[in-house]
């Protein structure tokens, strides 16, 4: 049996901040190991940060999703920047639908933070520091790398 990664967004309650963690799992053995852990992150808008399915305000619902690991160039700011693509299905890497609802969002991902605090849905990884844009770079090319031999990955979303 293979490691089992998975990627975890742990939002906080009343704030877009969050912490981005990939994590490795052995069946095998049973042993956990945290490969980068609590990243600092953001999703949402502020003042939004307790809602679910508001379009564009909103962060990243809770739940278990797709990570594309197989990134395209990011449209906005930073642009050309690398874009994975979070996805509730393995059929289409656009769309994060509401399992309850006929609720979706459209263009979800996980990307680098811009000039303005938060994000449209998406998981934007803070990069102010030396050691945070280390720390980002080094999680992309991981990301990059298991897209070698896998499609996708999946992201936990928890408060």
């Not at 379009?55 to 278990?64: C, E, N």
Request: aromatic share 10%; proline share 7%.
């Amino acid at each position: 049996m293979s490691e089992i990664i998975t990627a975890y967004y742990k939002r906080f309650k009343g704030t877009v901040d969050g912490l981005f963690t990939i994590q490795s799992h052995n069946p095998a053995t049973r042993q956990t190991q945290a490969l980068f852990s609590r990243h600092p992150a953001r999703s949402g808008q502020p003042g939004y940060a307790d809602t679910e399915w508001i379009q564009g305000k909103s962060p990243i619902p809770v739940g278990r999703f797709h990570l594309w690991l197989h990134p395209v160039p990011l449209q906005f700011s930073p642009v050309g920047t690398p874009f994975f693509p979070i996805s509730s299905s393995l059929e289409n890497r656009k769309f994060l639908r509401d399992s309850l609802s006929p609720k979706q969002r459209e263009d979800v991902g996980l990307h680098l933070e811009n000039e303005f605090t938060g994000t449209l849905c998406c998981i934007a990884l803070l990069h102010d520091t030396r050691v945070q844009k280390a720390y980002t770079h080094a999680i992309f090319e991981f990301l990059k790398t298991l897209g070698e031999t896998r499609k996708t990955i999946d992201l936990v979303v928890i408060r």
